[in-house]
């Protein structure tokens, strides 16, 4: 039988740009059009282009067309490198799709999250602007992530075991021996590369987990079949010499179990040594990854704030109360504070913590705060200030329930400056002013644009 022979992929075509500006998430923009060999017929049209700067000429080579755009990736640069260029501290750039602005300036890094918030989202789409741009929030290190997820791949007929992040644009995982945004104490994963490519059932390893609090580090193999015993005596014996927390996780479960030492409870902890309180949580809860900034980060909501003994505040989006235990220890024992959370279990270890950690004036419930919740005998009571920290979507539900608080100070922590610019909008056309925003540098090196904005209800 004869077998058709299967096209050759094609050739995607090679041009030479003049690179004008950046885009949010840290492209080279050009257009077609700044070079004689471009095709007449399109010239005007964008391209995006990985890895390139401002003021650059590179040879590109196109990856992906649409109507409106093309994609590029940045194969030769013909020109000066731009001012703003640096040599790209890890040795995985380019392949890893981890860290994409690695080879910017970080203070080039910080002005195009400002751009972004400002220019590209807060006026272009909600026509508003701060009364003031506050000083962003950086981070003090490199090595600033106390989180990762990491990818395990068995490749069976090499029998090598690929251990590390996903490459850009792929499904494929690059191989890692050190990430350099990893805090140091596991930033260095050679070791435990070598652990896994010892199990006899390393096959059946989909991904670990790492996650850190300020004194212990949880190690969480998530497995797609049973681990023989002899391969989990392996793993909780590199734990127990690493001084690690030891858990395995079964296919399609998030129950964990605790394998270093079983009688002891899943909890790593953290401290906010400003407010004198101290968290703990599950290696799986959500946290924020970046210990130097979280803190400053809170210490701003509650100085934007002015929150005053005896006030009463709702925390929204709340989890396992990293705003709300500060934000009670600034109102004091008079006061109160309302958290709000869709997750059961975060607001059962936000409890937790408020009462390990002596408040009283603090409560937590769950509701999921896209639908409604007007009918909560906690939605009713009146607010003097709010704080929103909502996901990525934004929170754009809750803003119709705006009024009914009657809070005169809000403080809304976003992650995305789109949602932040549509809610924003919404904000100001309920009478309150936007008079600070400024950005915060938690995830150093990536496109990921978080940001803080005080809004204050008109007179």
Not at 166 to 178: A, F, M, P
Not at 345 to 356: L, S, T, Y
Not at 378 to 392: C, S, T, V, Y
């Amino acid at each position: 039988m004869k077998h058709r022979a299967q096209p050759r992929p094609k050739q995607q075509p090679e041009y030479i740009f003049q690179v004008e500006s950046l885009s949010h998430e840290g492209r080279g923009i050009a257009h077609y059009g700044s070079h004689p060999d471009h095709p007449a017929d399109k010239h005007g049209k964008k391209v995006f282009i990985r890895y390139a700067l401002p003021g650059e000429t590179v040879r590109a080579r196109i990856t992906r067309e649409v109507k409106k755009l093309e994609e590029a990736d940045s194969l030769e640069l013909l020109s000066e490198a731009s001012e703003i260029r640096i040599q790209p501290p890890c040795p995985h750039f380019g392949i890893c799709g981890g860290c994409n602005m690695q080879h910017i300036a970080p203070d080039a890094q910080i002005e195009l999250k400002q751009s972004v918030v400002l220019k590209s989202h807060l006026q272009h789409f909600a026509g508003i602007q701060p009364d003031e741009w506050l000083a962003p929030l950086r981070s003090q290190r490199e090595d600033y992530r106390r989180k990762a997820r990491i990818g395990v791949r068995y490749l069976p007929g090499k029998d090598k075991l690929v251990v590390g992040f996903r490459e850009s644009q792929s499904n494929k995982l690059t191989s890692i021996d050190r990430c350099m945004i990893l805090d140091r104490e596991f930033g260095s994963v050679t070791r435990l590369k070598q652990l896994l490519q010892s199990l006899n059932g390393k096959a059946d390893v989909g991904h670990i987990e790492l996650a850190m609090g300020d004194q212990e580090i949880a190690l969480v193999v998530r497995e797609t079949a049973q681990l023989p015993e002899q391969d989990v005596n392996q793993l909780r014996e590199f734990a127990l010499q690493k001084g690690w927390q030891l858990y395995i996780q079964p296919a399609a479960q998030n129950q964990l179990t605790r394998i270093d030492q079983p009688q002891l409870p899943a909890r790593l902890h953290y401290r906010l040594n400003d407010f004198d309180v101290e968290f703990g949580f599950d290696p799986l809860d959500f946290t924020q990854v970046n210990s130097t900034v979280n803190p400053q980060m809170i210490r701003l909501a509650c100085d934007l704030l002015r929150l005053q003994p005896g006030e009463r505040v709702l925390d929204l989006f709340c989890g396992l109360g990293n705003f709300s235990l500060p934000l009670a220890r600034c109102v004091g024992a008079s006061g109160s504070v309302v958290g709000v959370e869709g997750s059961e279990e975060m607001v059962q270890r936000g409890a937790e913590n408020a009462k390990i950690n002596g408040i009283a004036q603090l409560s937590f419930h769950s509701q999921d705060l896209t639908q409604d919740f007007s009918h909560h005998s906690w939605a009713n009571q009146g607010f003097d200030a709010l704080l929103i920290d909502p996901p990525r979507s934004g929170a754009e539900e809750v803003m119709q329930y705006i009024p009914k608080f009657g809070a005169k100070r809000i403080v809304y922590v976003s992650c995305n400056p789109a949602t932040l610019a549509r809610d924003a909008g919404l904000l100001v056309q309920q009478g309150y002013r936007l008079s600070r925003a400024g950005v915060m540098d938690m995830f150093t090196h990536t496109g990921h644009v978080e940001s803080i904005a005080l809004f204050e209800k008109e007179n």
